[in-house]
Structure formats: structure tokens, C-alpha cells
């Protein structure tokens, strides 16, 4: 089996798992001491099985952060936009609501932390993504802090990586 068959045999396994509630996990996120110093977050905007994180967004602006989330670009590559609220969101061509046009760019080095998304993760700290490579490209060169929740049905492990994956720096976990 190629390591393409092998990632999406696995997609397939994980699209059964039901959604979890990680909001505990999301507050522990929060509390981390790389968040609380943090000025700037990028996140996901959960979709399908992923986290809502719409209560992240707006604790993060309660705590005088500025949120961002990625706005997919051609070529699998992506930028990260100030999140500005809910109504300067638009869905982009795979249905996830991202900041439109009159969200400021913001600079991968103004970014102190990102909550990664994944269908599944290792425990080294190695996702499977949904396949684009977004993050792959992205979190290339970034210097920051980088974090992801995962409850325990979706912590396998090992996930099949390729020489370009990286690992998150820190997960939280109900495992």
C-alpha cells in the first residue's frame, strides 16, 4: 500500500468517528502560557467532524488578542486574515467560512501561536490532514508555537508522514 492508499484508507476509518466535544480541551488551549502572552492566534474554523471553534475566536478577542483564521489560496497555498466577526466571513470553494477581502492580511511573523487542525494525530505529534497540504506549506518556516486538540478516539499511534510533515509542539488531549 502507497503512502496515499494508506492516508486515505485511514480518512475513510476516521469520517466514521462521531464529533467529539472538546471544549474542555479548547479552555486548556486558552490557559496555555503561550496563548495568555500571545497577541496574535491563528485557528481553524471547525467544519463537519472538526471542533467548533467560534467560542475561541471570541474568548481570544475578550482577552484583547487579535484571532486570525487562513484564507486558501491557489497553488495549496494559504495566508492567515484578521477574524474581524462573523459577518466578514465568507465560505470559501470547500464550504469553510474564512475572512473576506476587508480582513487585514497578517504576516506569518506577526503570528505567535496556531491551533492546527487534523482528522487524526499521532502522538509524536504528527497529523492527517484533509489532503491539500495547506498546513504542510504553511508551517514550513514558521518560528511560532503550534498546538492541537485531540480527543482520545482520534489519537492514534502513528499517522504515515511524509519528509515536509511537521509536528505539532504541544497536544492536549482527554487520552
Excluded: W
Amino acid at each position: 500500500m502507497t503512502l496515499s492508499q494508506e492516508k486515505a484508507a485511514l480518512r475513510k476509518e476516521a469520517a466514521s468517528l462521531p464529533p467529539a466535544n472538546v471544549s474542555a480541551l479548547l479552555e486548556q488551549f486558552l490557559a496555555l502560557p503561550e496563548i495568555q502572552s500571545a497577541r496574535t492566534v491563528l485557528l481553524f474554523y471547525g467544519v463537519g467532524t472538526e471542533p467548533d471553534t467560534r467560542p475561541v475566536l471570541e474568548a481570544l478577542l475578550q482577552m484583547g488578542k487579535q484571532p486570525a483564521l487562513p484564507v486558501c489560496l491557489p497553488g495549496h497555498q494559504m495566508e492567515a486574515r484578521a477574524y474581524l466577526g462573523e459577518e466578514h466571513l465568507r465560505k470559501d470553494r470547500y464550504g469553510i467560512p474564512e475572512p473576506d477581502e476587508t480582513c487585514p492580511v497578517i504576516s506569518k511573523a506577526e503570528i505567535d501561536a496556531i491551533l492546527v487542525p487534523h482528522i487524526l494525530l499521532d502522538r509524536e505529534g504528527y497529523r492527517l490532514g484533509h489532503g491539500g497540504g495547506f498546513y504542510d506549506r504553511y508551517l514550513a518556516d514558521y518560528q511560532g508555537f503550534t498546538a492541537a486538540v485531540c480527543p482520545k478516539e482520534r489519537l492514534v499511534d502513528r499517522v504515515p508522514r511524509e519528509a515536509t510533515d511537521l509536528p505539532v509542539q504541544r497536544i492536549l488531549t482527554d487520552a
